[in-house]
């Protein structure tokens, strides 16, 4: 199985910030990675696909990054509405499998 | 609107049964893959279970393999997930997800459900 390793596990930001949150893989996944934010009590829901394709609606403000193993999701100024927890995802082989989560915090 | 509508879920004693249906609606059903993700508490999402449009293909999680089945009916537009043998472990919400691409392709999701919540205890 590919193993998906996120970092950091939390952050502490403000209003405005901009985030970097970064998935590694176990082996080279060729941009098969999709995003997802996820809400307390809510289901996840996709911002990224194919490492840094928008999906429609979502903000501009959200972008992805990478290539083989590395790869990155960037909010380039953070608002209220996304402090939530946020997990990549690759599809490059079955199983699927998430990274651990990044919880974006309020500072 | 595509929509999927998860029911079924509860309190099990270990070693029991339970069924998951999970309703769609805002779609053509049968032409896309459909996914059982689920999360235990406090913890990570875990891919556990998908089946292909016409239900020819199917894929279980180690840790389900053998004690879960996935299933669905085309005419009702509903999928399922019959869970036995079921243990503390599989205490979690389970959520039904939609892949993104039409045909057999087990990518990303991108309609999930608000989830149904299971918990195995005596």
């Known amino acids: 199985d590919i193993q998906m390793t996120q970092s950091p596990s939390s952050l502490s930001a403000s209003v405005g910030d901009r985030v970097t949150i970064t998935c590694r893989a176990s082996?080279?996944?060729?941009?098969?990675l999709a995003w997802y934010q996820q809400k307390p009590g809510k289901a996840p829901k996709l911002l990224l696909y194919a490492a840094s394709r928008l999906e429609s609606g979502v903000p501009s403000r959200f972008s992805g990054s990478g290539s083989g193993t590395d790869y990155t999701l960037t909010i380039s100024s953070l608002q209220p509405e996304d402090f939530a927890t946020y997990y990549c995802?690759?599809?490059?082989?079955?199983?699927?499998?998430f990274g651990g989560g990044t919880t974006v915090e309020i500072k | 609107e595509v929509q999927l509508v998860e029911s079924g879920g509860g309190l099990v004693q270990p070693g029991g049964s339970l069924r998951l249906s999970c309703a769609a609606s805002g779609f053509t059903f049968n032409n896309y893959a459909v996914s059982w993700v689920r999360q235990a508490p406090g913890k990570g999402l875990e891919w556990v279970s998908a089946?292909?449009?016409?239900?020819?293909?199917?894929y279980y999680a180690d840790s389900v393999r053998g004690r879960f089945t996935i299933s669905r009916d085309n005419s009702k537009n509903t999928l399922y997930l019959q869970m036995s043998s079921l243990r503390a472990e599989d205490t979690a919400v389970y959520y039904c997800?939609?892949?993104?691409?039409?045909?057999?392709?087990?990518?990303?999701?991108?309609?999930w459900g608000k989830g149904t919540t299971v918990t195995v205890s005596s």
């Open positions: 082996q080279g996944i060729s941009n098969s």
């Open positions: 997800a939609k892949f993104s691409i039409a045909g057999n392709y087990y990518y990303y999701m991108d309609v």
């Open positions: 995802q690759q599809y490059y082989r079955t199983p699927l499998t």
């Open positions: 089946l292909s449009g016409s239900g020819g293909s199917t």
